[in-house]
Every structure is written in C-alpha cells, then in structure tokens.
C-alpha cells in the first residue's frame, strides 16, 4: 500500500470533518423543523477547519515555548483561557481525569 501524501490526507480529513458535520446540522435540522443547504454545510465545514488549524498552530506554540515537543491538557487550558465557561468544562474535565488515573494508581499499588 503505497503511502498517503500530506495533501491526500488533508483532503481525507477536510472530507471527514465535512460529512461529521452535514450529520450533525441535518440531525438539528430534522429536530427544529428548518433546512440547511450543502452551501451552508460546506461553508461551516471551512469555518470549522479553519479554526482547528487555528488551534493546532497555537497548542505546538504553547507546547513549544515550554520546551516540549507533546501538547499537554496545560496547553488546551492555556488556549481556553479567554472563554471561561470553556476553561472550566476542560478543567473540570482534566482535573476529573487525573484523579481516576491516582484512584487506579493507587489501587494498583494497593495489590502488590
């Protein structure tokens, strides 16, 4: 199988992130009785990209200006710090994460 291009891959994705989001907009669609064009869905769909790039730029230059070559959950919350509604779902979301991961830690210590 002959490797993909970075150009085939980000076609792929762009693709992906278009059908995702034509399902979604025709779900809300569907539920709030109104229509969408595939003019409006692929018009978010390049929002939407835009945005992600947007994101991957700043998260490898926060991790990067750390020193680091992995993003970390420090540089998503670091992103989300002007939207505080998003900084708190993703706080409460990573604080709940590390403490299930000391829970099993701990646990496994526990057995030995």
Excluded: C, Y
């Excluded at 970075?6 to 693709?15: F, G, M, P, Y």
């Excluded at 278009?18 to 769909?45: H, Y």
Aim: no cysteine; proline share 1%.
């Amino acid at each position: 199988m002959a490797e993909q291009s970075e150009d085939e891959i980000r076609e792929r994705l762009k693709t992906a992130l278009w059908f995702s989001i034509g399902k979604i907009v025709d779900e809300e669609s569907m539920r709030r009785n109104r229509n969408a064009t595939p003019q409006f869905i692929g018009a978010l769909a390049d929002m939407v990209w835009s945005q992600i790039e947007n994101v991957a730029i700043d998260l490898e230059s926060f991790s990067r200006h750390a020193n680091r070559t992995t993003v970390t959950t420090d540089d998503v919350l670091l992103l989300a710090r002007r939207n505080q509604d998003l900084h708190s779902i993703v706080k409460d979301i990573v604080d709940k994460e590390k403490t299930r991961k000391l829970r099993a830690k701990a646990k496994g210590k526990g057995k030995a």
